[in-house]
């Protein structure tokens, strides 16, 4: 079955560590975004990617970074800039750049706690 | 830019009964309306979307929503809600073009709790 896979699920790393959040999917879907979700504060766009090898901010990029070399994978870092990480991180896709139109499809997250 | 609010944070009713949902936006042309449900722990699932015809859309798992521009809102209703429903629902819009081309502005979500 086609779908977004988010990995690991569940994340615990230590204060002033990078990490990495992979999201890959298999749809072959054109645009693929990371949310972040905090309680009581819906989703908030932190990068997002239209096409290979490119990328834009989102509303809250400050501490993080992306790369978009495959269509298939976009991955998440984390870094120390991050001034508060611990969160639930959503990985979507959608069908074209267009994803106000497809909507989209969502993985089912990665829960990153740092201590 | 485009917007969303969900006013009620959190609404609980009995199994049975009927569920409407709010969502009010701010966009001035006819925008792409989407309502998503998330399980806890969980991604979110696409329920419902509006962008063009019928203002009455239905959706997944009996839900519907009715768009109406004089109001700026997109409702989620469903007759008789199952215990199963117990979820979050987020509404969201896109279409403004400009610095949200591409994108999707979500609502802050509504938590529903189901009484049996």
């Known amino acids: 079955d086609g779908g977004i896979t988010q990995s690991p699920k569940y994340l615990f790393r230590k204060e002033g560590q990078n990490v990495t959040l992979s999201c890959e999917q298999n749809?072959?879907?054109?645009?693929m975004y990371w949310y972040r979700q905090d309680p009581g504060q819906g989703l908030r766009l932190i990068y997002y990617?239209?096409?290979?090898?490119?990328?834009q901010k989102g509303d809250i990029a400050e501490g993080y970074s992306v790369s978009r070399e495959k269509k298939e994978s976009f991955p998440l870092t984390v870094t120390s800039a991050q001034k508060n990480p611990t969160a639930f991180y959503l990985c979507?896709?959608?069908?074209?750049?267009?994803?106000?139109?497809?909507?989209?499809?969502f993985g089912s997250g990665t829960r990153l706690t740092v201590v | 830019a485009q917007s969303v609010t969900q006013p009620d944070i959190h609404i609980t009713v009995s199994e049975g009964a009927s569920l409407e949902l709010r969502c009010n936006y701010s966009?001035?042309?006819?925008?792409?309306l989407f309502w998503y449900v998330q399980s806890p722990g969980q991604g979110l699932q696409l329920l419902l979307k509006y962008f063009s015809g019928d203002t009455l859309v239905q959706g997944i798992k009996g839900f519907e929503a009715e768009f109406k521009r004089s109001q700026s809102s997109f409702n989620l209703r469903k007759p008789s809600v199952h215990w199963s429903d117990a979820a979050e629902y987020f509404c969201a819009v896109g279409g403004a073009g400009g610095t949200s081309y591409g994108k999707l502005t979500f609502g802050q979500g509504t938590i529903l709790t189901v009484h049996p």
């Open positions: 749809l072959n879907h054109d645009a």
């Open positions: 979507a896709s959608s069908p074209s750049r267009w994803g106000e139109v497809y909507g989209y499809t």
């Open positions: 990617s239209q096409i290979v090898n490119d990328f």
């Open positions: 966009y001035g042309a006819t925008p792409y």
